[in-house]
């Protein structure tokens, strides 16, 4: 099969990683990945920060967790057993399950295609990251992430403008388990051929 196509079926959220950390070379080529994706009126708008300080990371990620009001999961409805996501399992309190490297893309407040930019960037990095055998998950929603004090204090430590703001992160490490999660079924009836 095609090598990009495989790399697309092959790509899955990984949420248990390795302490170990990636890198450089491998950390520059998904964030060209990012830089090179598509960009609403080609503005290349979104900006990447990159952290790899573990107890920012941490913290952030506690806050995230903290924000967390969605479905909790049960037998039938969950989002992954093998990687349990913290719908899946109450006791992870970490939202971007102690991964080495968290990159934030933050765009412009009030634009209309901040999300999609971001969204679309991402997706070349997690790809990217899936073709170098390094984990990653898309965590949306990162403005919770620097919804208190501790959060403000850190965009300002990082020098992000204050008309930009966090619409997800990616986070990146080794996978701890040696086997790849099995995408779950595709649901039927989604393409319509007119
Ligand atoms: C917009 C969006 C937001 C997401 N947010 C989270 C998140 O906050 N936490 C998380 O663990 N996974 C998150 N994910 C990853 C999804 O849970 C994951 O893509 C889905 O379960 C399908 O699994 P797969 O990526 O392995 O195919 C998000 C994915 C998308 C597209």
Redesign the pocket.
Known sequence: MNEVIKNMLER??V?KYKKEQIKEEELDLILKAGLYAPSAGSRQGVLFVVSQNKETNEKLGRIKKAHFNGRISDDKIY??KEQP??ADDVTIMN?FYDAPTVVTLFAPKNFVFAESDCSVAAENMLLAATSIGIGS????SAWESFDDTFGQEILKKWEVRTDYRGVCHIILGYPLDEHK?V?KPRKEGRIIRV
């Not at 998950?137 to 949306?140: K, Q, V």
């Open positions: 899955r959220s949420r989002i992954s996501s913290i939202a998950c898309y965590i949306g999660p995408a």
